[in-house]
């Protein structure tokens, strides 16, 4: 049924899926930006010496108001919204399609690679500090309610935080019911508040004019530039917007935000100006002194929930960036849980919530205070809209076919705004700045070296395989002994001799009835089309080709789809299907033109703890045969 009628008008059935979408999309996209209003004034006015004045008030809500508009509105909701990589968001799936933007020039593909690579591993960063900063912050709410409780904040945070992780196993399908309801809450609650204190104090929406933003640079100068590092706190999570637009679609997000979440977000900021501006003592803890000293306590419960849901829905965003990167070829094979029957993006992976787990209590135990964490915090989000802009750019140009003027015109804004927060924030490097930077890094070069070497060893493998063709005329000239039942010999080189299949020859000394030599291909679109799913060559001889595709956001379940190869032709019984895989021991040789002798050495690491490539490809163990091959990078 078509979505509205013939007079233009919406069937109530598309708008209560409408609303339904919108209100999934309040409880998981918007906890990281919702929680900004619990720490972003206080540490843009509340450090570096900076003392809230009415005129700095008024300049830091410009700022943050225009800031809100400008990335998150335009940027964001309007602009990069519009690159989905066949209906997927995200970092990743735009570096994708913005490389296939670049066909044909390897030197812009992998420029472009390293963007997005860079981009995701900042953005694991982001998914150590926000559930740190964000739990404080919430907690901190307790030195306003009962001072006598300060020392306990840091301990009852990490309490909050183990249990969080503890649970990730378990899945978020179950506990994702009540997140809406609560975060929706918690925006009508920052709107209220809001409401209040702009009431008392209307002159605060004087802030509404740019101007305002414009003299607080000119009034102080260097100040304002490190101001700023704090302004792009109130953007954190704007990147979430983007990267969950697979789960929701365009249209539910941008209805929450233009209709509910942005109204609140800029209510409650406006009121704690207010605040501001009556009491500038109140910046010690601007959020929680907006707050009725009867209802403290149920709002630091509300706020810790609302904060516990933002950390969620990073962690789980990293699991989702994971299984891309994976995917992709941008990082090891890792175990990957599925917790829900009914949802496909509902995933665990073991791996990374241990680490993001222990990162992130040593971010508490180290940083201390929501206030320390401001500090590292921002570089990492800057560092990520700045390549998720350089991207979207591309994809602009190459597949939307921009015009020159436009596309100079639209990236000068954006990449002035980003470049202005990115450079904001690395006055704080020395601060706690490193940390993101640091973990970035270390990311960046664990991805790119898994790629490269991968490389490396794909290019072993088809140097030194033998010609398949002679070899299947030969056997037809000289058979061997032919067993019942089918082999399937995993192979990244359809033209050469796979080495399973020679030590099988040479050891057993005999074939199948019927060879595959099997090719699993994972494309740069999220889902593979049904059309390009299986292709099937016959080699004579009764060997067979068999390419199977899939998208990066799918799991390449290889049994599944060799079941459903009949209708193409080749059937499979499973259980007289064998799967023989050469596992390689990969060495380091320094005599070799591969990577540095450091990165050979930690690929080799990378490879011998990656989850071996039969149970990333779901093949079961008592069908499997592997045989070992020594490959020299």
Known sequence: ????????????????????????????????????????????????????????????????????????????????MRADNKGEGGIMALMALAQRSMSGSARARWTLAAFGIFGASLFYGDGVITPAIS?????????????????????IALVILLGMFAVQRHGTHKVGKAFAPVMTLWFLVLALLGVRQILANPEVLYALNPWHAVRFFIRHGDTSFIALGGVVLALTGAEALYADMGHFGKKPIRVAWFG??????????????????????????PFYRMVPEALLYPMIVLATAAAVIASQAVISGAFSMTREAMSLGYSPRMAVVHTSRELSGQIFVPWVNRMLMVLV?????????????????????????????LLALVVA???????????????????????????????????????????????????????????????????????????????????????PGTAVFLTANQNAVPHALLHNLKHNKVLHERNVLLTVEILETPVAEVSERVQITAMGSDFHGLELRFGFAEDPNVPLALSQCGREGLSFDMMDTTFFLSRENVVADVRRPGMALWRDKLFVILSRNALPATAFFQIPGNRLIELGAQVEI
């Open 1 to 80: 049924m078509h979505p509205e009628s013939a007079h233009g008008e919406v069937s109530p059935e598309t708008r209560r899926r409408l609303t339904a979408l919108a209100l999934g999309a309040i409880g998981v996209v918007f906890g990281d930006i919702g929680t900004s209003p619990l720490y972003t004034m206080k540490e843009t006015l509340g450090t570096h010496g900076m003392t809230p004045t009415p005129a700095a008030v008024l300049g830091v809500l410009s700022l943050v108001f225009w800031s809100l508009i400008i990335v998150v509105s335009l940027k964001y909701v309007t602009f990069v």
């Open 260 to 285: 509910f979440v942005l109204p609140a977000l800029v209510l409650n900021y406006f009121g704690q100006g207010a605040l501001l501006l009556n009491d500038p003592l109140a910046i010690e803890s």
């Open 361 to 389: 209590i040593l971010a508490v135990l180290f940083f201390q205070s929501s206030d320390n964490l401001g500090a590292a915090y921002g570089i990492a989000v800057t560092g990520t809209m700045t390549m998720t802009t």
């Open 135 to 155: 739990v404080l912050g919430a907690v901190e709410g307790l030195q306003v309610a009962a001072p006598g409780l300060d020392k306990y904040v840091v301990w």
């Open 397 to 483: 140009r190459k597949r939307w076919h921009w015009n020159w003027p436009t596309l100079v015109l639209v990236g000068v804004l954006f990449l002035i705004i980003d470049l202005s927060f990115f450079g904001a924030n690395l006055l704080k490097v020395a601060h706690g700045g490193w940390f993101p930077l640091v973990l970035g890094v270390g990311i960046f070069t664990m991805m790119t070296t898994w790629r490269r070497g991968r490389e490396l060893v794909v290019r072993e493998i088809k140097q030194s395989g033998l010609a398949l063709a002679p070899f299947i005329e030969n056997i037809a000239e000289h058979p061997p002994l032919r067993v």
